[in-house]
Nanobody, 128 residues
Framework: QLQLVESGGGLVQPGGSLRLSCAAS????????IGWFRQAPGKEREGVSC????????YYADSVKGRFTISRDNAKNTLYLQMNSLKPEDTAVYYC?????????????????????WGQGTQVTVSS
């Protein structure tokens, strides 16, 4: 089965850093576009950062650009999200997701409803 398992979330002070990991199984990561999404209380799930399998191009939401970095390790079949300079508004449940490589990274992050494969999420809380 195609599975995604997130880890690395937790409580961090504003300005701190976290690195999220997403371990994939049941499929080859480089055959899929992969991304990170988040959902804060009372808000819809939004795309944070996505990466395409075909050319490795990335997309970042304006709110995280310059602070977050998405990467993948195909040998380990793992996706990462390095989060620096964290802000309280980054508090959310973070999910990784996979979509067969047929579109752009921006499209994956934008059209959330079209994504079929999701992890269970990991909580990130940024607070003093």
């Amino acid at each position: 089965q195609l599975q995604l398992v997130e880890s690395g979330g937790g409580l961090v002070q504003p300005g701190g850093s976290l690195r999220l990991s997403c371990a994939a199984s049941g499929f080859t990561l480089d055959d899929y576009n992969i991304g990170w999404f988040r959902q804060a209380p009372g808000k819809e799930r939004e795309g944070v950062s996505c990466i395409s399998s075909s050319d490795g191009r990335t997309y970042y939401a304006d709110s995280v650009k310059g602070r977050f970095t998405i990467s993948r390790d195909n040998a380990k079949n793992t996706l990462y999200l390095q989060m620096n300079s964290l802000k309280p508004e980054d508090t959310a449940v973070y999910y990784c997701a996979a979509r067969p490589a047929s579109n752009t990274a921006q499209a994956m992050c934008t059209f959330t409803s079209r994504i079929r494969y999701w992890g269970q999420g990991t909580q990130v809380t940024v607070s003093s």
